[in-house]
Each structure stands twice: as structure tokens, then as C-alpha cells.
């Protein structure tokens, strides 16, 4: 089992929201770990969105608007990137990453499709 | 706003050794406040991180690439480097160069390294 598992793809219309997770393998508490979420367009790098531990503990990537949230599902043992107000450049892929035993694990990233 | 930028050859033969050159400007590799980072990414296997060295010159690899992989600092103050060694088909990635601060502040370009003979 992966020790983040996103979904493949998403899709949502203009002007929605869309709720991305990032779900941590059992026996891994999301509770304790900082989510990282990375944008990456066709071409480019990733690029840094925000780092999400609790409403007290997150930061937002320098020029990152603020319709772009974390959150957490304590229940479901995930993390949440929240897109509010959905434009077209915002169809990207989306990666959350962890630090976990002092290594970097990345999800495998989703595809959001804005139509 | 520290920027980073990969070098090297596109093509390695299986068995050999891949080796790649981060030249960083803006700031030093001797500076206290980045870790320097390798990280690749596959059509099939997304993004996986490769290692970090830090302006000391400790490193931390990932345990998968089982020894394969050493990242050192370059001669000059601005250069870090990655060696990957024993290549096959399976490390044929984009590899990026990436400043840690908190997170990971500067990405390169990549730079697409194909194992073929």
C-alpha cells in the first residue's frame, strides 16, 4: 500500500470547488504530519501551493491566492487541498508530500480538469 | 530568490553512471538555510526524492535507491551534484534540482536523462 494515495484525475466545473486528498496509509497519523501540495502545469516544474498542519500551523507559497486551503479529515486519515472559485488555470496536477522517517514521499499526484 | 538550473547528459547506457550537475544562483550552496535536493519524476512512478545534501555536507538518501546514489557539493560555491550509479531503463526520469527552505522554495527545469544503449 502507498503512503499517500491521491486520486488520478478530478473534474470540475468553472467557478466550483474541488476538494483534492491526500490519504495516508494506516498506521501513519495524519494528525501529526505537515501536507505539502504542489501545482505542476504541463511543462514546468512543480510549484509550491501550501503546507497544511492545523488551522494554527499552515503557510501559503509566496503569490498563491488565497482561494487555495488545506484541511484535514482526521477521520478519514487524509489531507485536503480546497480550490475555491475554480478558473482554467487551475487544471493542473496536484501533489501532497510528506515528510515520513526523514524522507520525502510524494503522492502520486492528480489530475484536475476544469470544464 | 535563489534559483537553480540542471546540467548533463541526456543519455546514459545501462550499467553506467548517471551524473548531473545544479549550478545555484542567488544564493550559496554554503548557505545555512537550504537544503539542496534531487527529485525525479517518471511518466509511471510520479515524483520520488532522490536526496538532500545540506551546506555541511550531510546528506540524506532515500533508502530505495539502495546505495546507488551519492550527491556531493561542487568545487565552486555554486554547484551541487548527483550520481546515480548502475543505470537501467527503470531510472529514465526527469531529474530536477530543488532548494528545500520549509519546503521546496526553487525547482530547475529538469533535465531528461534517457538509459538506453
Known amino acids: 500500500q502507498a503512503v499517500l494515495t491521491q486520486p488520478s484525475s478530478l473534474s470540475a466545473s468553472p467557478g466550483a470547488s474541488a476538494s483534492l486528498t491526500c490519504t495516508l496509509r494506516s498506521g501513519i497519523d495524519v494528525g501529526t504530519h505537515k501536507i505539502y501540495w504542489y501545482q505542476q502545469r504541463p511543462g514546468s516544474p512543480p510549484h509550491f501551493l501550501l503546507r497544511y498542519k492545523s488551522d494554527s500551523d499552515d503557510l501559503r507559497g509566496s503569490g498563491v491566492p488565497s482561494r487555495f486551503s488545506g484541511s484535514k479529515d482526521a477521520s478519514a486519515n487524509a489531507g485536503i487541498l480546497i480550490i475555491s472559485g475554480l478558473q482554467s488555470e487551475d487544471e493542473a496536477d496536484y501533489y501532497c508530500m510528506i515528510w515520513h522517517s526523514n524522507t520525502v514521499i510524494f503522492g502520486g499526484g492528480t489530475k484536475l480538469t476544469v470544464l | 530568490q535563489v534559483q537553480v538550473q540542471e546540467s548533463g547528459p541526456g543519455l546514459v547506457k545501462p550499467s553506467k553512471t548517471l551524473s548531473l550537475t545544479c549550478t545555484v544562483s542567488g544564493a550559496s550552496v554554503s548557505s545555512p538555510y537550504y537544503y539542496w535536493n534531487w527529485i525525479r519524476q517518471t511518466p509511471g512512478k510520479g515524483l520520488e526524492w532522490i536526496g538532500y545534501?545540506?551546506?555541511?555536507?550531510?546528506?540524506n538518501y532515500n533508502a530505495s535507491l539502495k546505495g546507488r546514489v551519492t550527491i556531493s557539493l561542487g568545487t565552486s560555491r555554486d554547484q551541487l551534484s548527483l550520481s546515480l550509479t548502475s543505470v537501467t531503463a527503470a531510472d529514465t526520469a526527469v531529474y530536477y534540482c530543488?532548494?528545500?527552505?520549509?519546503?521546496?522554495?526553487?525547482w530547475g527545469q529538469g533535465r531528461l536523462v534517457t538509459v538506453s544503449s
Open positions: 545534501i545540506s551546506y555541511t555536507g550531510n546528506t
Open positions: 530543488a532548494a528545500y527552505n520549509d519546503f521546496f522554495a526553487s
